[in-house]
């Protein structure tokens, strides 16, 4: 699958066939994990997966009880250990380069259960305090964020996204145009304009 693709067209699922996942999807899932980029080479990344039934219940009812997401057949708690990353970064290792870390693994993993075919979503509303009751999680380690997997059954439409011209800006934040370069362009744009041109001259 093409790189473009998988970026495109991988949205968040809520809806899950009922069907295991075999364990292979679920390491590959994690093993792309893994190969982020990190602050420092930390990789305070830890992942707890979960397939219990009555644990799962539980994590759903400590996640605003989203009862949806209890027909996905995994849970995978992402967790960031702080305990190097803080001694090597301070304050901002532990605040933002441990979560940054996190959430670059976490996008790494939705792609690549998305080549794989499999359905995910990623959860962030959660009460952390239960979670880490559940999952026995030590006092230094923080769970950031549950991606469910499974086979997907959604077929709801999914949000669009901004136009880049909302959220680009030239030289200095606010400054929506660029005086140099004209327009912003997608490369696919630049190459239909382009074969366009061509079109147009061969007709002469
Ligand atoms: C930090 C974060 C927290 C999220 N928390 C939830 C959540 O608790 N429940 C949920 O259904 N989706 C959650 N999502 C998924 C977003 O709602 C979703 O990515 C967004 O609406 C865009 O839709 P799309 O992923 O289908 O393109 C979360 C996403 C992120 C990045």
Redesign the pocket.
């Known amino acids: 699958m093409e790189l473009d693709q998988v970026l495109k067209e991988?949205?968040?699922?809520?809806k899950f066939k009922k069907l295991d996942v075999p364990w292979y999807l679920v390491s590959e899932c994690l093993d792309a994990a893994t190969y982020a980029p990190n602050a420092g080479n930390t990789q305070n990344w830890r992942f707890i997966v979960v397939r219990d039934l009555s644990k799962r219940e539980a994590i759903v009812k400590a996640?605003?009880d989203?009862k949806?997401?209890l027909n996905a057949p995994v849970l995978i708690v992402v967790c960031s250990d702080v305990d190097k990353i803080s001694k090597m970064f301070g304050v901002r290792g532990e605040a933002l380069y441990a979560v940054q870390n996190c959430?670059a693994a976490?996008q790494n993993m939705l792609l690549k259960a998305y080549e794989l075919g499999l359905g995910s979503?990623?959860?962030?509303?959660?009460d952390e305090i239960i979670i880490k009751q559940i999952l026995e999680i030590k006092p230094e380690v923080r769970p950031q964020?549950?991606i469910a997997l499974g086979f997907s059954d959604d077929h709801e439409k999914?949000?669009k996204?901004e136009e880049l011209n909302n959220v680009v800006f030239f030289e200095k934040y606010g400054d929506k145009e660029d005086k140099k370069r004209r327009k912003f362009l997608p490369i696919k744009d630049i190459l239909k304009e382009k074969l366009n041109k061509l079109v147009v001259e061969k007709k002469k």
């Open positions: 991988v949205r968040s699922v809520r996640c605003e989203q949806w997401l959430a976490i979503v990623w959860i962030g509303a959660f964020a549950i999914k949000p996204r």
